[in-house]
């Protein structure tokens, strides 16, 4: 005697993120439509089927967007410092309305993320680098019609950093330039929205960066943290022409440029290490003075001081 069981014989849902849709849920019962786009805020499982992004971000995912958060406020006080020239009081006023800008734009874009109204985000886990360009895997089953599955698989991590910039970009144009206009009085009419002007070119580019890189540098920013600070400071030593200690402790401002280096050298190392055994990644953290220490030990040797007179003679 042969038995035959009832099969649920379904097409199957090609493509790397395609999924079926939940329709209807009663009890244990749930009934899916057909295999194409998830909605925003769902991603595909195992079994190609979407489901919510329920999942807290991981501290990784954090300092992604703290990183992503930081460059726009990095770009502002190196514009508002190279335009603001050495006689200008108003330079540590942008720089604190600056900071200012970019806190209220961050707590402003947790706010109106998913859930509405408390600072945390719900999100879906990054598996692979694939997560971040969706649009690169539709389908074409017959090699004529292609299945559009794009969506956001990493939601929100793609999309909240484009609303952290434009969140940047509408508090800038709103408190800067009363703020310029009011204490700018040692700079030139021309100069004193310059450093305004350099956002309105950097913040496109950010956007483009974003869109376009996303995903490199979801894995990349931890060496790229590391690797632009260590040349950045060894290149404000040099400049500063700082050969010892005596050098560096003579201004303060030498001492904030150092200690805000040391704090990028900290966010690269937790960054790379992930911090997942911490009694074996915090002893990293001691290597942080180390870039510094090792330029004021060999700084005799190079003599940069020499090296600057010697190129603006044109030796």
Known sequence: MLLYWPVDIQPACLGLYCGKTLLFKNGSTEIYGECGVCPRGQRTNAQKYC?????????YDWLYLGFMAMLPLVLHWFFIEWYSGKKSSSALFQHITALFECSMAAIITLLVSDPVGVLYIRSCRVLMLSDWYT????????????????????????????????????????????????????????????SIYAALYFFPILTVLQAVGGGLLYYAFPYIILVLSLVTLAVYMSASEIENCYDLLVRKKRLIVLFSH??????????ISRVDKLEQDLPLLA???TPALFYLFTAKFTEPSRILSEGANGH
């Open 287 to 289: 290597l942080v003075p």
């Open 51 to 59: 489901q919510p992004c329920t999942e807290s971000p991981e501290l």
């Open 262 to 271: 040391w704090l990028l050298h900290a966010y690269g190392i937790i960054s």
């Open 135 to 194: 649009m690169l895997y539709n389908p074409s089953p017959d090699y004529v019609t292609t299945v559009h599955c794009t969506h956001e698989a990493v939601y929100p991590l793609y999309t909240i950093v484009f609303i952290y910039y434009a969140f940047c970009l509408v508090l800038m144009m709103l408190l800067r330039p009363l703020l310029v206009k009011k204490i700018a009085c040692g700079l030139g009419k021309s100069d004193r929205f310059k």
